[in-house]
């Protein structure tokens, strides 16, 4: 089992900044990916970025450039650095880890991001 703790969402101006946490603990593998997915209110769940365990990352088109993610695999942790935040970005914003081609797939319970313009 694996459990995903989320913290640093919230209210924010546009153009601000917020920097959300995930915290991984339970059964890890070495190899793995961990991501940060987003849900906006009647709109299906979308991608915003992942990060493999050796580091390579991959981005949605509209975060490139303004969110950036990270890992630290000693405390199989992932952040998401986002700034210049826009009304857009509003959202329920979830983290995953997961090994591709695998049932490992975990999610955590999701952080309520808001920007306010």
């Known amino acids: 089992q694996v459990q995903l703790v989320e913290s640093g969402g919230g209210l924010v101006q546009a153009g601000g900044s917020l920097r959300l946490s995930c915290a991984a603990s339970?059964?890890?593998?070495?190899?793995?990916?961990m991501g940060w997915y987003r849900q906006a209110n009647g709109k299906q769940r979308e991608l915003v970025a992942t990060?493999?365990?050796?580091?390579?990352?991959t981005y949605a088109d509209s975060m490139k450039g303004r969110f950036t993610i990270s890992r630290d695999n000693a405390k199989n942790t992932v952040y998401l650095q986002m700034n210049s935040l826009k009304p857009e970005d509003t959202a329920v914003y979830y983290c995953?880890?997961?090994?591709?081609?695998?049932?490992?797939?975990?999610w955590g319970q999701g952080t309520q991001v808001t920007v306010s313009s």
């Open positions: 990060i493999t365990s050796g580091g390579r990352t």
């Open positions: 339970g059964i890890i593998f070495s190899y793995n990916v």
């Open positions: 995953n880890v997961e090994r591709p081609g695998t049932s490992y797939i975990y």
